[in-house]
């Protein structure tokens, strides 16, 4: 069950479905084949869907907790980097061109890593300009006029460098594997009780028990959407990093 964490959105979804239809015809057979076993009394299966219900909105809660968090990160680097520029340009020259340039060139490099998918390769353009940085730093803090203005600096520049490497980790932070089996598993059993249930009833609530199927996908493909930073639908803005870069022209 795991597969549908790394398949992309539409097929997890058509997978989820028909593994649900086929849940649903099944528990009609088990409903024909044993009337008297298979139909569960009224408050067992509100109970049972009153559960579902739960799950659901526990694991929703968990992925918009972690697209939150995401989105406070950008707001938070962006923040950090633009408070580096303001301490950079209290700087003597050549040190203050110097390290502006190179700010420009790393929130370039910032931006570009939040617009494709999360890997080795992406963070290394990043930790290189990372370097660069400091390094130029290390050579302007021995001729910078202040202690202060030196300590306020290395903070700041540390604090930017810390939210990358912590926007890297939560980008490829996703829900657990388990907590999704878990809930797929719950909603194939209620489909099987559904099937038994709706093999007494005639073919309209057959038709309203498949369009709840239809629900609970959808409701199931919102978390994964919620959960995939980069692959899914919906997105982190990156407009506060935008903004910066557009000031810093």
């Not at 878990?182 to 038994?196: D, R, T």
């Not at 057959?206 to 919620?226: K, T």
């Not at 930073?229 to 810093?248: C, K, N, T, V, Y």
Request: charged share 20%.
């Amino acid at each position: 069950m795991a597969m549908f964490s790394h398949l992309t959105l539409i097929p997890a979804a058509g997978l989820l479905l028909a593994l649900l239809l086929a849940g649903l015809e099944a528990g009609r057979w088990i409903g024909k084949a044993l009337p008297k076993i298979a139909q569960p009394p009224d408050h067992l299966l509100s109970a049972m869907l009153g559960l579902l219900a739960l799950l659901l909105g526990f694991t929703f809660s968990l992925a918009l907790n972690r697209h939150e968090a995401r989105r406070d990160l950008v707001i938070a680097e962006a923040n950090a980097i633009g408070t580096t520029w303001l301490r950079v340009r209290l700087l003597d020259e050549p040190h203050r061109t110097t390290l502006q340039s190179q700010m420009r060139a790393y929130l370039s490099v910032r931006l570009d890593w939040s617009e494709v998918d999360a890997d080795a390769n992406a963070m290394a353009a990043t930790q290189a300009m990372q370097e660069t940085l400091w390094t130029s730093l290390g050579k302007a803090v021995q001729d910078a006029p202040s202690s202060l203005l030196v300590r306020g600096l290395m903070d700041s520049m540390n604090e930017s460098f810390d939210l990358a490497a912590a926007r890297a980790a939560a980008r490829s932070a996703h829900l657990p594997d388990r907590v999704l089996e878990v809930l797929i598993l719950y909603m194939l059993v209620c489909a099987l009780i559904l099937g038994s249930v709706s093999s007494a009833s005639d073919t309209r609530h057959r038709v309203a028990y498949g369009l709840l199927m239809l629900l609970l996908v959808l409701a199931f493909s919102l978390i994964l959407d919620i959960d995939r930073s980069r692959s899914g639908g919906i997105q982190i803005s990156q407009r506060p990093l935008e903004d910066l870069a557009a000031s810093l022209r």
